[in-house]
C-alpha cells in the first residue's frame, strides 16, 4: 500500500511569545514515520479492498481509530478505491492472529455519499487495533475524516476538506478549496491554492502550523498562539494589528478567511 511520495514539510522559528515577521524557514515531515506506540510485538495483518462508482456521489467519509488515513485524488477517475490493511498486534503472534476477524472495515454506499467506517471490538483487552486506509477519487469529492491516532495525508483534491484528528500529524497538499482541520497534537502542513471566497480554518492543541499560500492570496489573516511563535513569510499583511500572542490583517481584498489557532508551538505562514 505504498506510493512514492515527495519529501515535503517546514520546521517553524522557536522563539517563546515572539512574533517573528521575517525571514523563511524550511524543514521536513516525513508522512511515513509511524509516530504513535502501539502495545504488543507480535503483529496479524489483512488487507482490504473496494472498490464503488464514483456516479452521483459528492463525498467522501472516513471514520478511522488507530491509524493512517491518505487520500488522493486522481482527475478522470469515476471509481472510489478503497485499500486498506488490518492489523492486531498483542503479546503473542497466536492471540494476534486470533482476532483479526475482531477488526473489520464497514463500506457503506449511499446514492450521494461513500462512508468508510473502522471497527474494532468493543474491548481491546491489551491488544491494539489498527487500520491504515489509502483511498483514492475524483478531485470534486467533498472530503470528511475523523480520526483517532495516527497521520492523514490528503492530496489534489479541488473542493472542501473536514480533518478531525486526535493524535498525529495532518498533511493537505495541492488542495485547491476550502479547508477544515483540528488536531489534539501534532503538525498540521497545507500546501493550498486558497479561492477568493475560500476559508482555511486550522486549530492544534500541542504541536504546529505550516501554511504556504499563492502570494496574491484575498483573505482575512488571523494567527493565535497561547505559547510559541507566529512567523510570516513572502505575503503582503495590510492593516496588521500584532501583539504578542496574535497577528491580524488583510491579504489583497480580504475576500476569504485564513484562521489559524494554536495551544502550545509554532505558526508559520509563507506565500509559494
Avoid at 450521494?112 to 468493543?122: A, I, N
Avoid at 492593516?239 to 488583510?250: A, D, E, I
Amino acid at each position: 500500500m505504498k506510493r512514492n511520495r515527495k519529501t515535503l514539510g517546514i520546521m517553524a522559528v522557536v522563539a517563546d511569545l515572539t512574533l517573528l515577521l521575517s525571514g523563511c524557514v524550511t524543514g521536513v515531515v516525513d508522512l511515513d514515520d509511524d509516530d504513535w506506540d502501539h502495545s504488543g510485538n507480535y503483529e496479524a495483518s489483512a488487507d482490504f479492498s473496494e472498490t464503488v462508482g464514483a456516479a452521483s456521489r459528492t463525498a467522501l467519509h472516513v471514520l478511522g481509530g488507530n491509524g493512517k488515513v491518505e487520500i488522493w485524488g486522481i482527475p478522470g477517475t469515476t471509481e472510489i478505491t478503497i485499500d486498506a490493511v488490518r492489523r492486531v498486534r498483542s503479546s503473542s503472534q497466536a492471540d494476534a492472529a486470533r482476532h483479526l476477524d475482531d477488526l473489520q472495515v464497514l463500506v457503506n454506499v449511499n446514492y450521494d455519499d461513500v462512508v468508510v467506517k473502522t471497527l474494532p471490538p468493543d474491548h481491546s483487552h491489551g491488544r491494539t487495533y489498527i487500520v491504515d486506509y489509502e483511498i483514492t477519487v475524483p478531485p470534486h469529492l467533498v472530503s470528511r475524516v475523523a480520526n483517532g491516532n495516527g497521520q492523514v495525508r490528503i492530496e489534489g483534491m479541488s473542493t472542501d476538506i473536514h480533518v478531525e484528528n486526535g493524535n498525529g500529524d495532518v498533511a493537505l497538499v495541492d488542495v485547491l478549496g476550502s479547508s477544515w482541520v483540528t488536531v489534539g497534537n501534532g503538525q498540521i502542513s497545507t500546501w493550498a491554492f486558497l479561492p477568493d471566497d475560500g476559508r482555511i480554518v486550522n486549530a492544534v492543541g500541542n504541536g504546529s502550523i505550516f501554511l504556504e499560500v499563492q502570494p496574491q492570496v484575498s483573505a482575512t489573516f488571523d494567527a493565535k498562539v497561547g505559547n510559541g511563535s507566529i512567523s510570516l513569510c513572502d505575503l503582503d499583511l495590510q492593516q496588521m494589528m500584532s501583539t504578542p500572542r496574535q497577528l491580524r490583517g488583510v491579504f489583497g481584498e480580504g475576500d476569504g478567511t485564513i484562521d489559524l489557532a494554536l495551544g502550545n508551538g509554532q505558526i508559520h505562514v509563507q506565500g509559494g
